[in-house]
């Protein structure tokens, strides 16, 4: 029988992530994906990044994560969102060849060491007197393996529906993974049910791109990886046109076609992906609803209808896309589809996404109820981290909320648990301001280093870069600017004359101002890489919020890092709320911290929990 320390189920954006970090820190691992063929698929929206999950991608690349570095090689158009905001929601989001995208990442997956990917269908997950012992395929082809990572995406008892008609299907075509829901189920593993959707697929000569708007990526463009340098260039536009009343009315006629609407769909949909029946639904005074023309890829006619994801029937998709401008023509490449599958319920798992009633098996993707390529890439990492490390006698990896955005992935799912896709975007993070999208390498990169993931050359780097930022902050402190140097220059831009001599960050304060506009005034400025400049900009002009959010983390990280014992008896404390002491009870939470954010449990019931705990110190 083939031995291996770590199998991990899954070859898509969080299998992948999961199967290179534990073979990186030296676990050897075997990655199952029932097709080799779409190994990094993107079965949805050709493109990675957008509000709040670009952040993500920075942060997995800071960690050591592989998603920045392949997608920065095969993007085909780069953004940065949110540039007329503040920082703290400025979001990359590239298209990206999803061809290349695929070969990229398989490339980078056969050529690990301690790696080895293979196509087949795992069925059961093995144990022997409880314990995991090992996994085996559709053929009865038995491996033995101390842990599994489970990243089974969209395919667990996966079925598509369009219309009337359904079929049991992975995405794209795929088989569905119809047995090892059972397994889990048999130990102890509670699933539910799922569902999401994806547009058309039309073909970009049927289109008359002369009536929609032309979309153009950046013209400088900011890589996903911090190791990515060079000049990057954009390949391709995408075009902006709308849906209008006549798309709308075939929608409503033909509503009851739609599964959502007929009562077909078992699976719970997400809020923040909805289908265009969704929308038109929900938004009946709204005219017309935005859709995006994107390529998926250079060497293909396929673009991704992006905003018009449905299961009305074929026939009808065909009706409602030619009423939209530019689409009168058009011809269908892929029937959009909706897809419902089996995943678990979150709050079974440790912060370490592994299962807390079946040691050595962990969870990640869309299969622990997340949606989107980012989400799952995050807890892929996560878990292949923290089943090497404790396979290797090494610290878990739990990442704070103040941490990152992968922190308040995880915590938001283990701890409150999600009833529907869990789509992450910047409005789930109490410390915004902490967690932008420019700064993850100051946040995680250090952790990465620790972990092993970040090699000592890339540390240095990266240590080199903070050293000149906090010597361009200093430099920027201590220079003083007298009024006859910057009033010019104030009047310019419409901002208060000064008296008196003043710091050159004081006028770096200034909403009007910012740190290329008073490069006239700053004569002795050095040469910087434009990361270095931009961070020291953003540390000076909002280093008063980020004082402040700072702060905040250090008085939680007092409740965080009060732990509760595992095996408390929540029914042993006198004046906890029979609510909290129920949810208390289910989700077993690790810290004071972890159990204040869980909904149902009161400040009063947190206030009896820590004058008890007290009191089990002080015993
Ligand atoms: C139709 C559709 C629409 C979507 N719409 C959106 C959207 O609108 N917004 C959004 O954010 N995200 C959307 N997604 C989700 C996005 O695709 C997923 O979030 C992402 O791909 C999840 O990554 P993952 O690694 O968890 O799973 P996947 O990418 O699905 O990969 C799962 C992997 O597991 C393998 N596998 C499964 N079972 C087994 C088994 N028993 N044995 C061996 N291998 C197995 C498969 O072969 C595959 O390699 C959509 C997905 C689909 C399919």
Do not use: W
């Amino acid at each position: 029988m083939e031995c291996f320390d770590i199998a991990v189920i899954g070859g898509g954006h969080a299998g992948a992530e999961a199967a290179l970090a534990a073979a990186r820190l030296g676990c050897r691992t075997v990655m199952f994906t029932i097709s080799l063929d779409a190994v990094g698929n993107l079965p949805c929206n050709p493109s990675i990044g957008g509000t709040a999950k670009g952040h993500l991608v920075r942060e997995i690349d800071a960690l050591g994560g592989e998603m920045g570095k392949a997608a920065d090689a095969t993007f085909i158009q780069s953004k940065m969102l949110n540039r007329g905001k503040g920082p703290a929601v400025h979001s990359l989001r590239c298209q990206i060849d999803r061809k290349r995208y695929h070969i990229e990442m398989k490339k980078r997956l056969e050529n690990q060491k301690n790696l080895q990917i293979k196509q087949a269908e795992i069925v059961s997950v093995d144990t022997d007197n409880g314990h995991i012992c090992g996994v085996t395929t559709q053929t009865g082809m038995k491996y033995s393996v101390k842990s599994v990572i489970v990243a089974g995406g969209t395919y667990l008892r996966g079925k598509i529906l369009i219309g009337e008609y359904e079929k049991e299907s992975g995405p794209d075509g795929m088989f569905p993974a119809n047995a090892l829901s059972e397994s889990l189920r048999s130990l102890g593993v509670r699933l539910r049910r799922f569902k999401t959707g994806t547009p058309a697929r039309i073909h970009a000569d049927s289109l008359d791109f002369s009536k929609m708007e032309r979309e153009e990526g950046d013209e400088k463009i900011v890589p996903f990886s911090f190791e990515t340098k060079g000049e990057l260039k954009n390949l391709v536009p995408c075009y902006l046109t709308y849906t209008n009343e006549e798309t709308h009315r075939i929608i409503m006629e033909n509503i009851n076609r739609a599964p959502m609407y007929s009562g077909r769909v078992e699976g719970v949909g997400a809020r923040y992906c909805p289908s265009i029946e969704d929308k038109v639904m929900r938004f009946r005074g709204k005219p017309r609803h935005q859709l995006f023309m994107e390529p998926m890829g250079i060497d293909t006619k396929e673009i991704y209808a992006q905003g018009i994801s449905t299961g009305l029937p074929e026939e009808i998709q065909l009706q409602m896309l030619r009423t939209i401008k530019g689409l009168e023509n058009v011809e269908i490449m892929r029937p959009a589809y909706a897809i419902e599958y089996d995943c678990c319920d979150p709050i079974q798992l440790y912060p370490t996404l592994e299962f807390k009633d079946i040691p050595f098996l962990y969870g990640a993707g869309q299969f622990n109820g997340t949606s989107g390529y980012e989400e799952a890439a995050a807890q892929g990492l996560v878990a292949g981290i923290n089943a090497a490390n404790k396979l290797l006698g090494r610290p878990r990896l739990v990442l704070r909320r103040s941490d990152g955005y992968i922190g308040t992935l995880i915590e938001d799912l283990v701890t409150k648990g999600t009833n529907e896709p869990y789509r992450m975007m910047t409005s789930r993070s109490e410390y915004r301001l902490l967690l932008r999208q420019d700064n993850a390498d100051e946040r995680l990169t250090p952790i990465g280093h620790e972990i092993g993931l970040i090699s000592d050359e890339r540390y240095a780097c990266f240590l080199e870069k903070e050293r000149m930022i906090d010597d361009e902050v200093k430099r920027l402190e201590s220079i003083i600017i007298t009024p006859s140097q910057a009033n010019p220059l104030l009047e310019k831009y419409e901002t208060a004359p000064i008296k008196t001599g003043v710091r050159l960050s004081e006028l770096i304060r200034r909403p009007q101002l910012d740190y290329e506009k008073l490069a006239p005034v700053d004569s002795g400025r050095p040469q910087l890489p434009e990361e270095v400049a931009e961070q020291a900009e953003i540390r000076i002009k909002y280093d008063g919020y980020i004082k402040r959010q700072k702060a905040q983390v250090e008085q939680f990280k007092k409740l965080e890092d009060k732990r509760i014992p595992e095996n408390f008896d929540y029914n042993k404390v006198y004046g906890l709320r029979i609510e909290a002491r129920q949810k208390l009870s289910d989700i077993r939470p690790e810290s004071l911290g972890q159990a204040s954010r869980i909904s149902g449990v009161s400040p009063a019931d947190i206030s009896v929990l820590i004058v008890c705990l007290k009191e089990m110190d002080g015993k």
